[in-house]
């Protein structure tokens, strides 16, 4: 009985300090779930060894965009991941359509779920519009008119299960994003807010950090290897290139950029929309991102060591029609030939 009540308090305070992280899962391929750079919409890639891919219905939409972006119309950014309990998958897009409205500021996000990757359902968040959208009015406002909000950039998700609501109830979707109200700030600086299991209901804004200058396209990710969080960021400021910062927790306080270590192999060129993956049965991470500036573009895929650190051996994606800005998740053998069928009906 001593023995068992040992382990059950084990098991209790494992869970009680629970790092956040996102649900890994599958062994047998990666989607690549991203931007198309031939119109703002989001498409879907497959591949066995995270190099090589084939589109998914030859890079057209995997939805409407316009039945899930109904701000703009447009879904850019697309950041995929599993849902903490592995019931189903979470998505989030910037909703923006420069296209249309040819300024490159937008508005709002837009949160999606599936139970199977291939039917979406959504809501969206209009900025501009303030307290009335999120599910705490009662919080402290980051502006004071809401409705000059120019820019909600590039959000992504990380699962915290020591979150706490107001009612009690422990765990939530860390909604990490950069956003600018040109009125009231001079640029572009990440934010953070929690969604709920739902997937539905978003908490005002909570500044993430301010380095005194742009930061846009954040990618977070935990590291066993020494126990930290990781950001992959672009800065535009100072040096200006795709850099990594640490915190000991999700919220920070986080580190400044490390300055000798950082995506350095593309020169002058202009590079951003970083997303950290790992292979398959390897500790170590590759490092995908969109180098803009060439024409055509090029997307690159490099390699880095077990702590994020030491960056080398770019490489072009190949076989992705269009791709840009987007995230890589793993998937299993039924999910893989899921997504096949749908690229053959």
Request: net charge neutral; glycine share 8%; with cysteine.
């Amino acid at each position: 009985m001593k023995k068992l009540i040992l382990v059950v308090f084990c098991v209790l305070g494992m869970f009680i300090t629970a790092n956040a992280q996102n649900l890994q899962k599958g062994k047998y391929g990666y989607l690549y779930c991203h931007m198309s750079d031939r119109g703002e919409w989001t498409a879907y890639a497959l591949s066995r060894d995270g190099y090589h891919y084939e589109d998914v219905l030859e890079g057209k939409p995997i939805f409407d965009p316009t039945e899930h972006a109904r701000i703009e119309g447009g879904t850019r950014d697309a950041f995929i991941c599993r849902k903490h309990d592995g019931k189903g998958f979470l998505m989030v897009t910037t909703d923006m359509c420069v296209a249309k409205s040819h300024i490159w500021d937008n508005y709002g996000i837009d949160l999606l779920t599936s139970d199977d990757l291939v039917n979406w359902r959504s809501v969206t968040f209009d900025f501009r519009k303030g307290p009335a959208i999120f599910c705490d009015p009662e919080s402290p406002d980051i502006y004071k008119d809401w409705s000059t909000v120019n820019r909600v950039w590039a959000p992504q998700i990380f699962w915290d299960p020591n979150y706490v609501w107001n009612d009690g109830r422990k765990g939530g979707y860390m909604i990490y994003y950069s956003l600018w109200n040109r009125a009231e700030e001079k640029y572009d600086r990440m934010y953070y807010s929690y969604a709920d299991e739902s997937f539905t209901r978003l908490t005002k804004p909570r500044l993430l950090f301010d380095w005194g200058y742009a930061t846009i396209d954040a990618d977070i990710n935990y590291l066993k290897s020494d126990g930290l969080y990781h950001m992959l960021i672009k800065k535009e400021g100072g040096k200006p290139g795709i850099y990594t910062a640490t915190s000991k927790n999700l919220t920070g306080p986080w580190s400044e950029p490390v300055e000798d270590d950082y995506v350095s192999f593309e020169g002058n060129k202009k590079c951003e929309g970083s997303s950290a993956f790992q292979l398959i049965g390897d500790d170590e991470w590759r490092v995908a991102y969109i180098e803009y500036s060439s024409k055509p573009k090029h997307y690159r895929i490099c390699k880095a060591d077990k702590y994020l650190r030491n960056f080398n051996s770019p490489v072009d994606i190949q076989g992705v029609t269009g791709p840009q800005h987007g995230s890589f998740m793993r998937l299993t053998k039924k999910e893989y030939k899921r997504l096949q069928k749908l690229g053959n009906r």
